[in-house]
Nanobody, 118 residues
Framework: QVQLVESGGGLVQTGGSLRLSCAAS????????MAWFRQAPGKERGFIAG????????IYADSVKGRFTISRDNAKNTVYLQMNNLKPEDTAVYYC???????????WGQGTQVTVSS
């Protein structure tokens, strides 16, 4: 069972930046595709960014393309989400996910709150 722990959330003003981290317990972390999702109050959880195990391919939701960057460091068993030019509509709980392939995630973290003030 892969354990995922997110960190880096917080309160930031519009236009600010945050970097989220997700540390994985699994030694075979490098075998997993990783992703970030988010869930705003009253809304369903939605995909925002994904990365393949080899770091060769990334994919983003249109709402964050050009502002967010997903990356991973397999030596540290960690995936990151750099978020720039944050907007109030980015306010949500952000979740890290892992799976055997992009789009097929079955391990989830507990989430970290990101709040963007206007």
């Amino acid at each position: 069972q892969v354990q995922l722990v997110e960190s880096g959330g917080g309160l930031v003003q519009t236009g600010g930046s945050l970097r989220l981290s997700c540390a994985a317990s699994e030694r075979t972390f490098s075998n997993y595709a990783m992703a970030w999702f988010r869930q705003a109050p009253g809304k369903e959880r939605g995909f925002i960014a994904g990365i393949t195990w080899s770091d060769a391919w990334t994919i983003y939701a249109d709402s964050v393309k050009g502002r967010f960057t997903i990356s991973r460091d397999n030596a540290k068993n960690t995936v990151y989400l750099q978020m720039n030019n944050l907007k109030p509509e980015d306010t949500a709980v952000y979740y890290c996910a892992a799976g055997v392939s992009v789009g097929n995630y079955n391990h989830w973290g507990q989430g970290t709150q990101v709040t963007v003030s206007s």
